[in-house]
């Protein structure tokens, strides 16, 4: 099973775009929007240590994470 870093670094050399970090209601919004318009979406954890210097949301437990899109081309068998 590849890791986080590992998923990260193909997704930003295979024509994925981070679009958003955040989590909650927020983000399922934002990713059913992007899956609407026709994009592929993926969603990464994000880390604490990732965020700079705020820290609110994991001290208050919530998970965040990271979303990526890229086009879907059309006659794209993989999706």
């Known amino acids: 099973m590849k890791s986080d870093k590992q998923n990260k670094s193909e997704m930003e050399n295979g024509a994925w775009k981070e679009v958003y970090r955040g989590g909650g209601d927020h983000l399922a919004r934002v990713k059913k929007e992007y899956e609407e318009l026709g994009f592929e979406v993926k969603t990464l ?23 990526y899109v890229r086009e879907i081309l059309q006659g794209d068998e993989n999706t």
Do not use: H, S, V, W
């Open 45 to 67: 954890p994000l880390l604490p240590t990732e965020c700079g210097e705020c820290t609110i949301c994991y001290e208050r437990g919530e998970q965040l994470y990271e979303l």
